[in-house]
Every structure is written in structure tokens, then in C-alpha cells.
């Protein structure tokens, strides 16, 4: 029995050295190389979690900033095409002015082909852009201004009388609107006027003063006329204006101050002439000069007014 029970201690610390060993493969290693061989492997398992983790968030972030970018590019793209829109809603008999406007769009359409071409931007080419962007932006208000102002003339009237009359249709064309209104205004005064122009004659004359029936040799207008008598009419001195509306319909002003009263407006004048009325018959020659400028050939229309009234109306042509 004491031989049995020493085998048997024997047996059991046997396997306890075995169970210890098979704890120590738990550990990093049986041996100091091991240990230290897993530990660099540990250490560059977690060295390389970091650098994945890093190189994602960078990614991420340089998508965020890329995103922007091209947020930025389309917004650039999109007051472009603005631009280019409102350029081709200009239009002025001007070809000056009209030259200069196409030049300024065709500068626009290059720069939308150029930001369109561009596959990554950065943010000095952004802020390259959006400097181009205000400058082109800034020439275009200027050249609506100046078209603007051209066209203004046209239908400083109608837009004057539109403030106090009924108001027209939306859909009417200018031109027709200009033609209704100068009819109303014709039809108002043709009761109250007291003076009358007759025998109202235009026509255009060359340098020596001469009839020129061809726009080519014209260089100025005269308006002839004769103020009736009429006893019932104030005396003394009377200013006499004159509208001459050319074929296009534009009206000859030389400034955008020459204006006069008419029934609580003030309207736009091509011509005007002080003369002393004293009641009775009184030849009257006006004349508008085209500072040189040729004349364009076709119709014109020519209204008197005087006291505030339209005193004669008539047309004349102008051949090629």
C-alpha cells in the first residue's frame, strides 16, 4: 500500500508539470525569442490598425473637401449660364454696343467650356474663378445699363403715361402700346388746342440747305410750318417743341433732359424754338441737326406741340 500511494504522488505531480506546461502556451511564448517575436508582431498588428484607421479618415476627409469643391465648381457653373442667359435678352440697335456685349458673352461661353472640362479642382482655381466670375458679373450690369438707357427712350413715354392712365395689356408689344398711346394723347388734345400749325412740311435737306430725298444725303431736318392766327391765343413769347420719331421708332433726343410738360407729364423733345406770338399768322422753320450720323432711310413722324398742346402732326420719307 505505500509503494501504491507513492506511485500515485508520483503520477500527480507529473501531471501538474504537464498542466503548467500546457498553461504556458497561453503566454507569448515558451522563450524569450518567442515572447519577443510576438510582441512585434502585436505591436505592428496594432502599429497597422492605426495607419488603416488614419488613412480611412483622411479619405473621408479629402472627400468631404473634394465635394465641396465640386459644389463650388457647379454653383460657378450655374451663375455662368445665368450670365449667358441675361446676355442674350440684350439687344440695342447700337452695333457698338452690341459688338461689345457679344465679345462679353463669348468670353462667359469659354469660361463654362473651361470649368466644365475640369475634372478635379482646387481651391486656388475656385477662388481664381469666383474673381472672374464678380469681374464678368460687373461688366454685364454695366452693359445693361447702357442698353437699358438706349432703349429707354423708346418707351419713356408709354412708361411715363402708364403712372396716371389705365393700364395695357401685358402682352401688347411695345411698339403697339407707343401707337395706342399717341393716338389717346392725339384724340385728349385735338379739343383743347388753340394754336394750329399749318402748312406743316418736313422733309430732310443736304449741306446747302436744299431738299435731299435720300437718307444718304440728308444731314439735317427742317420743320416748316406757320402758327395761325388766332385772336383768342396768349401773346408774347412761346417755346415750340418738336418730336421727330424715326423709322425704328427710336425718338431724336440729344439728352435725356430735354423734356417738357405735357398734361402733368414730361415728356422727351427732339427740337425746341422760342418765338413771340402776337395773335396773328407766324413762319416758323425748326430744324434737327444728326451731328453727322447718317439718317436711316424710311418713314418719320413729326409732332408740334406749343402751350402744352399738339399744334400739328406729319411724315415724311427718307429713300435709301
Same mark, same amino acid.
Given at each position: 500500500?505505500?509503494?501504491?500511494?507513492?506511485?500515485?504522488?508520483?503520477?500527480?505531480?507529473?501531471?501538474?508539470?504537464?498542466?503548467?506546461?500546457?498553461?504556458? !502556451?497561453?503566454?507569448? !511564448?515558451?522563450?524569450?525569442?518567442?515572447?519577443?517575436?510576438?510582441?512585434?508582431?502585436?505591436?505592428?498588428?496594432?502599429?497597422?490598425?492605426?495607419?488603416?484607421?488614419?488613412?480611412?479618415?483622411?479619405?473621408?476627409?479629402?472627400?468631404?473637401?473634394?465635394?465641396?469643391?465640386?459644389?463650388?465648381?457647379?454653383?460657378?457653373?450655374?451663375?455662368?449660364?445665368?450670365?449667358?442667359?441675361?446676355?442674350?435678352?440684350?439687344?440695342?440697335?447700337?452695333?457698338?454696343?452690341?459688338?461689345?456685349?457679344?465679345?462679353?458673352?463669348?468670353?462667359?461661353?469659354?469660361?463654362?467650356?473651361?470649368?466644365?472640362?475640369?475634372?478635379?479642382?482646387?481651391?486656388?482655381?475656385?477662388?481664381?474663378?469666383?474673381?472672374?466670375?464678380?469681374?464678368?458679373?460687373?461688366?454685364?450690369?454695366?452693359?445693361?445699363?447702357?442698353?437699358?438707357?438706349?432703349?429707354?427712350?423708346?418707351?419713356?413715354?408709354?412708361?411715363?403715361?402708364?403712372?396716371?392712365?389705365?393700364?395695357?395689356?401685358?402682352?401688347?408689344?411695345?411698339?403697339?402700346?407707343?401707337?395706342?398711346?399717341?393716338?389717346?394723347?392725339?384724340?385728349?388734345?385735338?379739343?383743347?388746342?388753340?394754336?394750329?400749325?399749318?402748312?406743316?412740311?418736313?422733309? !430732310?435737306?443736304?449741306? +446747302?440747305?436744299?431738299?435731299?430725298?435720300?437718307?444718304?444725303?440728308?444731314?439735317?431736318?427742317?420743320?416748316?410750318?406757320?402758327?395761325?392766327?388766332?385772336?383768342?391765343?396768349?401773346?408774347?413769347?412761346?417755346?415750340?417743341?418738336?418730336?421727330?420719331?424715326?423709322?425704328?421708332?427710336?425718338?431724336?433726343?440729344?439728352?435725356?433732359?430735354?423734356?417738357?410738360?405735357?398734361?402733368?407729364?414730361?415728356?422727351?423733345?427732339?427740337?425746341? +424754338?422760342?418765338?413771340?406770338?402776337?395773335?396773328?399768322?407766324?413762319?416758323?422753320?425748326?430744324?434737327?441737326?444728326?451731328? !453727322?450720323?447718317?439718317?436711316?432711310?424710311?418713314?418719320?413722324?413729326?409732332?408740334?406741340?406749343?402751350?402744352?398742346?399738339?399744334?400739328?402732326?406729319?411724315?415724311?420719307?427718307?429713300?435709301?
Amino acid at each position: 500500500m505505500l509503494i501504491l500511494h507513492s506511485f500515485n504522488n508520483s503520477n500527480t505531480s507529473v501531471k501538474m508539470d504537464e498542466l503548467n506546461k500546457k498553461k504556458k !502556451g497561453f503566454s507569448l !511564448g515558451d522563450t524569450d525569442k518567442d515572447r519577443r517575436n510576438n510582441l512585434i508582431i502585436i505591436l505592428l498588428s496594432v502599429l497597422l490598425l492605426i495607419v488603416v484607421t488614419v488613412f480611412v479618415m483622411q479619405r473621408n476627409e479629402n472627400n468631404k473637401i473634394l465635394n465641396a469643391l465640386n459644389q463650388e465648381k457647379v454653383s460657378i457653373q450655374s451663375e455662368l449660364s445665368a450670365m449667358m442667359t441675361n446676355y442674350d435678352s440684350l439687344h440695342t440697335n447700337n452695333e457698338s454696343l452690341q459688338s461689345e456685349v457679344s465679345i462679353a458673352q463669348t468670353k462667359v461661353k469659354d469660361m463654362i467650356d473651361e470649368v466644365g472640362q475640369i475634372k478635379k479642382v482646387s481651391y486656388a482655381q475656385i477662388a481664381q474663378y469666383r474673381q472672374e466670375v464678380t469681374t464678368m458679373r460687373n461688366i454685364m450690369k454695366n452693359y445693361i445699363i447702357q442698353v437699358d438707357s438706349l432703349n429707354r427712350r423708346n418707351v419713356l413715354l408709354m412708361a411715363e403715361n402708364s403712372q396716371v392712365k389705365e393700364d395695357f395689356a401685358q402682352s401688347v408689344s411695345k411698339n403697339q402700346q407707343l401707337e395706342q398711346e399717341k393716338g389717346h394723347l392725339q384724340e385728349k388734345i385735338k379739343v383743347a388746342a388753340q394754336l394750329e400749325a399749318t402748312q406743316l412740311v418736313a422733309a !430732310g435737306i443736304n449741306t +446747302r440747305g436744299k431738299d435731299a430725298e435720300s437718307a444718304r444725303r440728308a444731314t439735317q431736318i427742317r420743320i416748316s410750318f406757320v402758327l395761325s392766327k388766332n385772336v383768342t391765343a396768349p401773346r408774347g413769347n412761346k417755346m415750340i417743341y418738336v418730336r421727330i420719331q424715326e423709322p425704328n421708332q427710336m425718338l431724336f433726343q440729344k439728352s435725356s433732359n430735354d423734356v417738357f410738360p405735357f398734361e402733368d407729364l414730361k415728356i422727351p423733345y427732339s427740337a425746341k +424754338r422760342e418765338v413771340t406770338y402776337e395773335g396773328n399768322e407766324l413762319p416758323v422753320n425748326i430744324f434737327w441737326d444728326n451731328a !453727322g450720323a447718317e439718317f436711316l432711310p424710311g418713314n418719320y413722324s413729326v409732332d408740334i406741340f406749343a402751350d402744352g398742346n399738339n399744334i400739328g402732326t406729319t411724315t415724311f420719307n427718307l429713300k435709301r
